[in-house]
């Protein structure tokens, strides 16, 4: 008998699969190909072809990721996407700043996994200060995405570890009132017009409107980078949400009640329960947390 598909195994597969011959060649089948019914808790859609399965025994870790993540994996070369790990209140972090942390360990790695199936990774100015993340993969395998700063003002120090750590490429992104900030601070690196001679990108968009999630993401295409995570924060996240820019958010939900502190998502509602948001949605365990995947735009919508 075949010795089952592990999870470990399995991710090495899917972390390639961008197009359907992909998945074929990766070993996954149309589930009436495998002649009998896929498992309740295994089954992968590929949006319009139906539930795809592992062609040969796989354990349910493996049959779970392949379930959380090839409609991801699936989605064409633009997409937008987002994740957010928050309370049952609602927030991101205490209210003085303390995210360490608000979910859990399979939410990091699930984290990780985004990362990896992205070109670039956004955040903006506020996250980059607070948290000063590395914002590349190291919970799973993978390649690192590129990372995107975005600070319109040039406030972000650059001895932040996305600037200094040369782990990854990074972009960082600013506007006419941060561009001389941003440029005196690479300079002591040595750079050369907008490049940082550390390998700091430094793109200067003309006005506040630049910075707009559509343009922005039409300006990160333009360099090759279809597949973008918005990775946080809140604030970040839900200009994103509110725009209609996003196609997936994937929503994480931890056991813990903070009482205040730093809000997730929060954009202009509607007066009345029967106009506010309701998308189609998946839900999985991670651990304790709960994580939520909506589906705020088909992938071929811009």
Do not use: K
Not at 25 to 36: F, I, K, R, T, Y
Not at 67 to 91: K, M, N, T, V
Not at 191 to 207: E, F, K, Q, S, T
Not at 252 to 277: H, K, Q, S, Y
């Amino acid at each position: 008998m075949a010795e089952a598909l592990d999870a470990e195994a399995a991710w090495e597969r899917l972390r390639r699969i961008r197009t359907a011959a992909d998945a074929a060649a990766a070993g996954l089948v149309p589930d009436s190909a495998s002649g009998e019914p896929a498992p309740d808790d295994g089954e992968a859609r590929q949006s319009g072809d139906g539930p795809l399965r592992w062609a040969g025994p796989a354990t349910p870790g493996a049959a779970r990721l392949a379930e959380r993540y090839l409609p991801l994996c699936l989605a064409g070369p633009r997409i937008a996407f987002a994740q957010l790990g928050q309370s049952l209140d609602g927030f991101i972090a205490t209210r003085t700043g303390d995210a360490d942390y608000v979910t859990g360990e399979e939410d990091r790695r699930h984290l990780h996994r985004l990362r990896a199936l992205a070109d670039a990774v956004i955040v903006g100015a506020g996250t980059a200060v607070a948290d000063d993340p590395r914002l590349t993969v190291r919970a799973c395998t993978g390649n690192n995405p590129v990372r995107v700063v975005l600070d319109p003002r040039g406030r972000v120090p650059r001895g932040r570890q996305v600037f200094t750590d040369g782990e990854a490429p990074t972009v960082w992104v600013v506007g006419p009132e941060g561009a001389g900030r941003a440029r005196a601070a690479a300079g002591s690196c040595g750079a050369r017009g907008d490049a940082d001679g550390c390998g700091v990108d430094i793109l200067v968009l003309p006005d506040a409107a630049a910075f707009a999630p559509a343009r922005l993401l039409a300006v990160l295409a333009r360099r090759g980078l279809g597949r973008v995570l918005v990775e946080g924060g809140g604030v970040t996240v839900s200009r994103f949400v509110s725009e209609r820019a996003l196609h997936r958010l994937y929503l994480t939900v931890a056991p813990v009640l903070l009482g205040d502190g730093v809000p997730g998502l929060r954009f202009a509602g509607t007066p009345v329960m029967r106009d506010a948001l309701r998308p189609p949605l998946r839900r999985s365990p991670l651990g304790a947390d709960t994580l939520f995947e909506l589906e705020l735009r088909a992938p071929d919508e811009g």
